[in-house]
């Protein structure tokens, strides 16, 4: 189903995005949960990570990769977390699968 983030990859509605590709964008959140906090978002439409298939395998390593471009880009990539929220009780708000990058902080272990 779509969500906001399908409306952002069809420029239906404004993001900060700092980097695209032909499979995957990456934008600042907009609600930062550190000084760092940017969304990588594969332009498939895949709800939640237990929904990927064995055909996406290729995709969620590109998303990885593009992670750490981001993180280098930004010039946070010696210290900074990927999180993926997989459901609603795990802190899933957007049903669009999506890595976050976190850094600029000190993190917490284990994660809240
Ligand atoms: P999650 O709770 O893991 O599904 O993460 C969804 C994230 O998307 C949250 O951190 C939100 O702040 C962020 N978010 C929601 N709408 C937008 C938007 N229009 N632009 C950028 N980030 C957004």
């Known amino acids: 189903m779509a969500t906001i983030f399908s409306r952002i990859i069809q420029r239906e509605i404004p993001a900060n995005i700092l980097y695209e590709d032909e499979s995957c964008l990456a934008l600042r959140d907009v609600n930062p ?5 940017v969304l990588v978002i ?4 895949i709800a939640t990570l237990v929904d990927a298939t064995p055909e996406d395998q290729a ?6 990769l593009a992670a750490a471009r981001v993180a280098r880009q ?3 990539s010696d210290a900074f977390r990927i999180v ?3 459901g609603a009780d795990a802190g899933q708000s957007v049903f669009h699968l999506h890595l976050h990058i976190l850094a600029g902080r000190k993190f917490r272990w284990p994660p809240g």
């Open 33 to 37: 949960q550190a000084p760092t906090h």
């Open 42 to 45: 594969p332009k498939k439409e």
């Open 59 to 64: 995709l969620l390593g590109h998303l990885m």
């Open 74 to 76: 930004l010039g946070v």
């Open 84 to 86: 993926v929220n997989n």
